[in-house]
């Protein structure tokens, strides 16, 4: 399988292919991608000579230009394809079908994959996309348990990619305004989500609040680790509980079920956190590497190695597994 | 303008489902959307009052759309679709997946829950058939504007949400069932409990959100009273009302009598929060800061 990751800037551009990343996936610095956060990503300098870098490597480079076109504004969209294709990127990761239409009407020898943000979460619809725009891979949802995906892929040509480790999202991705409700700022329109820009912390009587948008959604204790205070991960109540209603401050780790998302006809294993450094993503990218070369190897994967990395300590499998809904 | 009648987004019981849309026939409103938007464990529960009500409401002058899931992963989801696409009703796609099932040259609608946010998505809609778009609740005003100039030269209507608590996510998690500590799939339909979804708040116990099965809403109810003439300006087609348990009819008539000009926008505010004194309103996803905003509050 081939392992799909990520970069926030050229240097962890370099370091993810150093490690091992059979492919890399990144953006340009503007609204176009979903991870729009100050101080990441890429100007159209940095796109081509790290491109370069990358092939000279024999890594594969993936340009995410994923978030919805403002109406009125399509032209800076439209701007990001065809940069992408002048910079040589192997593909470019699209959720909106009117930029879907457009490059494959402008851009035809231009790979296409659909971003996990159009959540295409059977195979009807990733058919569907691979009619109609010719797109190759489909990044499913993090809706799907490990059965559904293998029964997309049995009903399938087009390659299917997944996400196995990092932030995950709760919602069907791209169908949340959650952020956008408490914030203004939205992942579709604005590519942030839960902003760093709309967060407080507020310490009273030994307890520490962690506010967005100035609604209370984590509450500790002096000296007790907060939780960034992401909405759908945030501490909430409903008549009588008190709890994280939606989802607790856990992240995704899927490594245990590699094995099983090969079996499925998986193509690729997506590790999300483009904003993460440099060193996280050399470590994250060397030990997923391994684990794949095991596996194809026939040989037994390292367990657990990935623990440590995970954000607040706490992982889950999330929906690959039923239980999980 | 229009009025369009949303999909009921709650699992309402049988009866009350069926006595809520022979009402509609009734009601100040041109469209009505009905069918199962959120949850398809739902729907054996009323499927076979649908026709009838579609029956009742076309013999009272009304257009009448089924919709389809805002999510469809299960095999079981994906048949439903493909029998939808045969009833001879219009259909509203709230999930790209309907799609598949249109034989190309269908005229269809778009729901507020397909990500239509510019003219490339708009006119590859319409080409594809798209009559009439209801545009997703987040986008401000500058974008409605610009959709509904560019639909028109497609001849498709732009609707916007007008009034109800807002759809703002979809998951294949079901948090009435989280709340319960019941797996999805022995969930006891809990969602039942909660015509109008669960209230949610933040540990300041200030009102945010509303659960609704595998759908979370907002606390706040949106409502366009103070930005008809805006929208209207803009060149919207149609408002959408959701569907709420309470006091229905009456909201309606208030929109109804907004349209027509024959109230001003304050008395129809006024007589609204009369109506429904507990719901919180706002219109921040139109022109505010943020989706909660409420023009009223921060103008007075």
């Known amino acids: 399988m081939e392992i799909v990751c990520p ?11 150093k490690a091992g990343a059979h492919t890399v996936y990144c953006g340009f610095a503007d609204e176009t991608n979903a991870r729009n956060f100050p101080g990441l990503n890429f100007d159209r300098d940095e796109m081509r000579d790290s491109i370069a870098f990358a092939h000279d490597h024999g890594a594969k480079v993936l340009i995410a230009i994923n978030t919805y076109p403002r109406a009125g504004d399509e032209a800076l969209w439209h701007r990001a394809v065809a940069d992408a294709a002048k910079c040589r990127a192997d593909a470019v990761i699209l959720a909106d079908i009117g930029l879907l239409a457009f490059a494959h009407q402008n851009f035809p020898e231009l790979r296409r994959h659909l971003s996990v943000q159009a959540a295409a979460a059977n195979a009807d619809i990733v058919n569907f996309y691979g009619r109609t725009f010719g797109v190759k891979r489909v990044v499913l949802p993090r809706v799907l348990t490990v059965p559904e995906i293998a029964a997309i892929n049995a009903e399938t040509e087009v390659e299917t990619e997944v996400f196995v ?3 995950l999202c709760v919602m069907a991705e791209g169908r949340c305004s959650l952020s956008s409700y408490a914030t203004g700022k939205s992942p579709n329109m604005n590519g942030v989500c839960s902003p760093a820009s709309h967060v407080e912390y507020h310490e009273q009587d030994g307890q520490l609040d962690a506010r967005l948008g100035g609604y209370t959604i984590h509450r500790v204790g002096k000296g007790e680790p907060a939780p960034y205070p992401t909405l759908c991960k945030g501490c909430f109540s409903a008549g009588s509980k008190t709890g994280h209603l939606f989802e607790d401050p856990v992240s995704l780790n899927a490594e245990a079920l590699m094995p099983q998302l090969q079996k499925a006809g998986v193509t690729a294993l997506k590790i999300e956190g483009r904003q993460r450094s440099v060193s996280y993503v050399s470590q994250v990218v060397r030990n997923f590497r391994a684990a794949v070369d095991a596996l194809d ?3 037994a994967m390292p367990e657990g190695m990935l623990v440590r990395l995970s954000e607040g300590q706490a992982n889950t499998t999330g929906a690959y597994r039923k239980t999980w809904r | 303008m229009e009025l369009t009648v949303g999909a009921v987004q709650f699992f309402w019981k049988p009866e009350f489902w069926a006595q809520f849309h022979a009402d509609l026939a009734d009601a100040p ?17 009323y499927q076979d009052l649908i026709p009838e009500a579609v029956a009742t409401l076309q013999a009272a ?9 805002a999510l469809i992963t299960l095999r079981r989801e994906r048949k439903l679709m493909a029998e939808l696409a045969e009833m001879g009703v ?9 799609l598949a099932y249109l034989p190309e040259g269908t005229a269809f609608s778009v729901g507020p829950l397909v990500n239509a946010y510019n003219e490339g998505t708009l006119a590859w809609l319409a080409a594809r058939g798209a009559t009439r778009i209801s545009l997703p609740p987040e986008l401000p005003l500058g974008s409605i504007r610009v959709l509904a100039q560019a639909a028109k030269a497609l001849g498709v209507q732009i609707e916007v949400w007008g009034h109800g608590r807002l759809p703002l996510a979809i998951s294949g998690r079901c948090y009435h069932s989280r709340l319960y500590g019941r797996p999805k799939d022995n969930c006891q339909y809990a969602c039942e409990e909660d015509p109008d979804g669960r209230p949610v708040e933040t540990l300041d116990q200030q009102p945010f959100l509303a659960i609704n099965g595998v759908q979370t809403l907002s606390d706040t109810h949106a409502c366009t009273l103070n930005q008809i003439d805006a929208l209207r300006d803009a060149g919207v087609a149609a408002l959408r009302l959701s569907p709420q348990s309470q006091r229905f009819a009456d909201l309606c008539r208030i929109y109804r009598a907004m349209l027509e000009g024959s109230v001003a ?7 609204l929060t009369a109506l429904t004194p507990e719901v919180r309103l706002s219109d921040g996803f139109i022109d505010g800061a943020r989706g909660v905003a409420w023009s009223v509050e921060s103008t007075a």
């Open chain 1, 165 to 167: 480790f990092g932030g």
């Open chain 1, 297 to 299: 190897a026939g040989r």
């Open chain 1, 7 to 17: 970069a926030g800037t050229p240097a962890a551009l370099r370091a993810a292919v």
């Open chain 2, 265 to 271: 926008p304050e008395a129809a505010i006024a007589q």
């Open chain 2, 90 to 98: 219009e259909i509203e796609i709230n999930d790209l997946t309907a």
């Open chain 2, 29 to 45: 409103v041109d469209r009505v959307v009905l069918g199962e938007l959120v949850c398809s464990k739902r729907l054996p529960f």
């Open chain 2, 61 to 69: 002058g009304k257009e009448v759309v089924l919709t389809s899931l």
